[in-house]
């Protein structure tokens, strides 16, 4: 049930402004891709594109085209609210709702895409999901608490389970880690490893190390130039980019940070 | 330690966990909230209001070189004039209790009605006899009905503002609605008793018809100045302060909530109902208390609307019945406060009133601190 991702000519705009220009990439189903570069350079507004979460944002808007299985989230037929049902997002601070407990964060997503749900399917997707984000162990007792009484690397293993609870097809994932103690940040990247026999995964890290733990393979951002908007310098294997990388750019963005 | 840097102390730390413990929910990252949309901003105390206790804490953190030599004049003068003012405000609420008190009491005293239960009014004569129950009654209805009225329609109001209506069309809107608070009351009585009251026949009518078997519903009078005119004109003055209070709290939904609804696939109500109305729950209530407070003073508008029944008449609960509020009567018997003892009977009901208000206040208090510790 996981996709392939392809973005062609990708120009992405907040209002007047071009943040990101001509984006082409492909990434295969079941696989995890790993999106470096540094700060400002537009790897999170990417990613919101691939989800259509770019356009919640007053004025921001997209030109070009992204292919799920070929078929283009971007046509003027495509809701975009299925569109973000089908593909999961997990954000850099952990959001899950504050008013709801663990139980009702779980299955938010699930209520609103098949309205009435028996107890007994709710309560197994809860178990399952929870177990499927890692934290299945330390919450099955208070399942009726608060959401935002978890710790942090909690809550964002929360916010996981919440995204998955739906099945998507693919799961983003904006620098999930970054808030969170080097424990935490081990115990998602495992997740994100069995995640990935599942879903596929686009992660966005600062982290190389982790980029290059997680990943299978690395697309790395730039800008242009200084008021230039962001673009993808190269996509490749995380070996080869993190080794040999075509680009001279990449290899002192990489050495730079490793050097 | 002096009690001056405990004191610091304990506000600083208090400080300090309220913006770990409660991330997006505390009112300081209600200044953070980001109307642009440029993402979250962490949570930092530079937008917060300053905070006299800063500018001490690390004077009194490193002893050795500050202690309590390091208090800025500033701050010093700037301490002492607000907690002037906090116990300006309180002696101040302590003296028109002090005042409502000593009025009232010889006057309850000499009651010769139960103060609380009974439903006659005659102080004109040599003997008192008073009780508010009608008066309780009449206030508490007509500022519930209004109350009930006003509260979904200014949500409503508030969540076209902020979630639905595009820019162009929101500001005039909001516009208009802030209008509504300029219009003084005496006009609206004007207005509501000339023109609107007379016009709810019609309403009435029909209601009684399908309803009436309900006492709340049973047509008692045909003159217009009936509770139920009365409650509608009181929700339309209340209006504005109960939609701009619910627009300030939605529009302030941290967008990570927002974004976490988005991001499950929710439809734009979907949205609203995962993170705006939750967040703004307690903001509502609050504006909604608040509204009630206004509603339960509301004098001349009142005063205007409602026919007072003949005094004897058997007591009805009715929507569809005139009455008299603590403040009507009051105000209707503004001609007669020549005797001490006569007037204190309007004072009790002055004071009955004013406690009446305060409780509605200190529940909305308590309402509001409730959510907030579980939100
Ligand atoms: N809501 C917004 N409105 C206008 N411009 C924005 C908005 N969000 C981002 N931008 C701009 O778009 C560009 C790309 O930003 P983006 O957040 O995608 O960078 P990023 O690579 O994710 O950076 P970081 O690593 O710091 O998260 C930046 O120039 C930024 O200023
Ligand atoms: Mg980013």
Known sequence: ?259 | MTDQESRDREHARARAEREATHGSDTPDDYANADPNGVGPIPSSSALTTPDPADATISGSGVGAFGGRGKVRIGDKVFRYLTAGAGMFVCILITLVAVFLLAKAIPSIANDKVNFFTSRTWLVSGSTLQFGIVDLLWTTVLSSVFAMLLAVPVAIGIALFITQYAPRQLARPVAFVVDLLAAIPSIVYGVFGITVFAPKLHGIIDFLNRYLGWIPLFKKQISDPGTVFAGGIILAIMILPIITAIAREVFERTPRENVEAAWALGATRWEMVRLSVLPYGKPGVISGAMLGLGRALGETIAITLILVAPPSGAPFSPSLFYGGETFASKIANAAAEFNNPTQTGAYIAAGLVLFVLTFAVNAAARIVVNRRREFS
């Open chain 1, 1 to 259: 049930m996981a996709k392939r991702i392809e973005a062609k000519n990708l120009n992405i705009y907040y209002s007047k402004f071009l943040a990101v220009s001509e984006v082409n990439f492909t990434i295969a189903p079941r696989s995890v891709t790993a999106f470096i570069g540094p700060s400002g350079c537009g790897k999170s507004t990417v990613l919101r594109t691939i989800n259509r979460m770019h356009e919640v944002i007053a004025g921001a808007h997209v030109q070009g085209d992204v292919l799920l299985d070929g078929e283009n989230i971007y046509g003027s037929a495509v809701d975009p609210v299925d569109v973000r049902r089908t593909i999961g997002m997990v954000f850099q601070r952990p959001n899950p709702f504050p008013t709801m407990s663990i139980y009702d964060n779980v299955v938010a997503g699930l209520k609103l895409q098949s309205g009435r749900i028996k107890k007994v399917e709710l309560d197994d997707t809860v178990e399952k999901s929870l177990r499927g984000a890692n934290l299945w162990e330390e919450v099955k007792d208070r399942l009726g608490k608060p959401g935002a009484g978890l710790s942090g690397g909690q809550q964002q293993r929360l916010c996981i389970a919440r995204a998955i609870a739906v099945e998507p097809q693919v799961l983003l994932m904006d620098e999930p880690c970054s808030a969170l103690d080097p424990i935490s940040t081990l115990a998602i990247e495992d997740l994100i490893q069995s995640l990935k026999e599942k879903y596929t995964i686009v992660i966005v890290t600062h982290n190389m190390q982790q980029a290059a733990r997680v990943s299978e393979r690395t697309a790395f951002f730039n800008l242009a130039g200084v008021g230039k908007p962001g673009q993808l310098v190269e996509i490749d294997d995380t070996q080869k980019i993190f080794s040999n990388p075509s680009e001279q750019r990449t290899e002192d963005y990489i050495s730079g940070r490793f050097g």
